[in-house]
């Protein structure tokens, strides 16, 4: 798929060109999307009203909702108490649907592998301050964003004594906003879409996402409809952008109160 610039739209006309369709799966990223990105992984909680329109939105009829992150399964459900949400966690690897119901996109043995990766990370860092290695069993995921100015030295010695590893199990290293991931190769977002495509057949997929990690799921969306969270106009697989979080939220509300008042 071709590379382009989104188009910039405002909060009301993407809610408006939802509007046209009668059965919608709506896929939003969480971190830097529905929240604004925070210092510590941790600290990106939603607030109550962004609950409570989630919880709107799941209700309202023609429509279904999913979150798709990096962040664990666990995690997810901490954050997002939401009943009628769809889970997708680790960029689609294990999904929870409303019921409780779990399908896991990996393969089994991955997670030995995994812990090799985390011991290595944990060596290159050392005593440095400001990194944080999430070990989420399928994925190694470094934050660096509290980093002192020497985190490019640590993931340069981090990449070449990992690359052997990478080649020989079939990972790939991603590097996102102020975060480097290794993961299983062609286990991506994208995954997820075609999971949601064969749930739901008839569904206008839409899918938000701002980082590098969402651009698969962006390229496989077909008929669906990719929408970029950014400030800058930058290239992106995704067909429109949106500016911020918040306006995502402005996006979200707009919706619901154009479904309830028709
Ligand atoms: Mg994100």
Not at 16 to 40: H, M, N, Q, S, W
């Amino acid at each position: 798929m071709i590379q382009n610039h989104p188009m910039l739209v405002n909060p009301e006309v993407l809610a408006g060109k939802l509007d046209l369709y009668r059965e919608v799966f709506l896929i939003l990223d969480y971190d830097g999307t529905l929240v604004p990105i925070a210092p510590r992984p941790e600290l990106a909680r939603p607030d109550e009203s962004l609950l409570a329109d989630l919880k709107l939105l799941c209700g309202l009829p023609g429509y279904k909702v999913a979150i798709l992150s990096g962040r664990v399964l666990g995690e997810l459900k901490e954050f997002l108490p939401v009943p009628g949400l769809y889970l997708s966690s680790v960029h689609g690897v294990l999904i929870e649907d409303p019921a409780g119901n779990l399908t896991a996109l990996a393969s089994a043995g991955i997670e030995t592998v995994i812990n090799r990766l985390y011991t290595i990370a944990a060596e290159c860092i050392g005593d440095k301050q400001g990194y944080i290695i999430e070990n989420k069993l399928t994925d190694l995921t470094i934050h660096f964003r509290l980093a002192d100015p020497g985190a490019e030295e640590v993931l340069k010695s981090f990449i070449e004594k990992s690359k052997g590893i990478c080649e020989e199990f079939g990972l790939e290293l991603l590097e996102g906003k102020k975060v480097l991931e290794v993961r299983p190769k062609g286990l991506h977002k994208g995954k997820f879409i075609d999971w949601v495509r064969e749930k739901a057949p008839l569904a206008y997929i839409t899918f938000i996402g701002d980082d590098t990690t969402d651009e698969d799921a962006f390229a496989c969306l077909e008929e669906g409809l990719g929408v970029l969270v950014s400030k800058d106009h930058r290239p992106s697989k995704a067909s429109l952008r949106i500016n911020s979080p918040v306006e995502v939220q402005e996006f979200l509300r707009l919706l619901i109160t154009k479904k309830l008042n028709h």
